[in-house]
């Protein structure tokens, strides 16, 4: 295991040591569990995938727009008021 140090507020702290006592485990045993579940809980999906998906999308839908791929960036303003 990498050692590491991490400073929290004093309610983070008492938060944490209250439900270490709870549960009846370590404090660092549930910020491990804390981290480890992080990931999962922000949706994290890599660059590639994300490309991947903007393909597949790529020339599916009509916006009825015969100009469009000349002027997006009037259609984007006008679409969100800027």
């Keep these: 295991m990498k050692r ?8 983070q702290a008492r938060a944490l040591k209250a439900q270490a006592r709870l549960e ?3 404090m660092a045993y549930l ?9 999962a809980r922000r949706h994290v999906v ?3 995938e994300l ?16 100009d469009l791929a000349e002027n997006h960036d009037a259609h984007l ?3 969100f008021g800027s």
Excluded: N
């Excluded at 590491?4 to 309610?11: C, I, S, W």
């Excluded at 597949?56 to 015969?66: N, P, T």
């Design 77 to 79: 303003d006008r679409a």
């Design 31 to 39: 910020v491990r569990e804390s981290v480890s579940e992080y990931p």
């Design 51 to 66: 490309a991947r998906r903007a393909m597949a999308l790529a020339g599916r839908y009509r916006s009825g727009c015969r």
């Design 4 to 11: 590491m140090q991490v400073r929290l507020t004093e309610a």
């Design 24 to 26: 009846e485990r370590s």
């Design 46 to 48: 890599d660059r590639g």
